[in-house]
């Protein structure tokens, strides 16, 4: 499985499960990595533009039909340009370490 470093993956009800369960493995992202962002921006149009609403007669016409939508998606893909246009709202620990 792959997660975020949010505290909320680290939890002891996590570390129960993952004990009780040793075929699964956590792997964390780098801290503040945006390449995971961008995968689950991917799945939501999916789910958004294909699987939501969908007819589907059979997991063949499901799969038909999720590849058209990537091969036309590809037609006109272009990168995604993260940009972060306002330094004013950084969040800042000031001496005594609260958060500003």
């Not at 995968?39 to 799969?63: H, K, M």
């Not at 036309?72 to 940009?83: F, G, H, S």
Request: glycine share 2%; hydrophobic share 30%; net charge positive.
């Amino acid at each position: 499985m792959i997660c975020d470093n949010v505290s909320s993956h680290k939890t002891d009800a996590v570390q129960s499960f993952l004990a009780d369960h040793t075929n699964v493995s956590i792997h964390y992202t780098p801290t503040y990595s945006s390449w995971l962002n961008q995968l689950e921006n991917w799945f939501a149009r999916i789910q958004r533009d294909v699987i939501t609403r969908g007819v589907f007669t059979s997991t063949r016409d499901l799969d038909k039909k999720l590849l058209r939508y990537i091969r036309q998606y590809n037609k006109q893909a272009a990168p995604l340009k993260w940009k972060y246009s306002d330094p004013t709202r950084r969040i800042r620990c000031n001496s005594s370490g609260s958060m500003d």
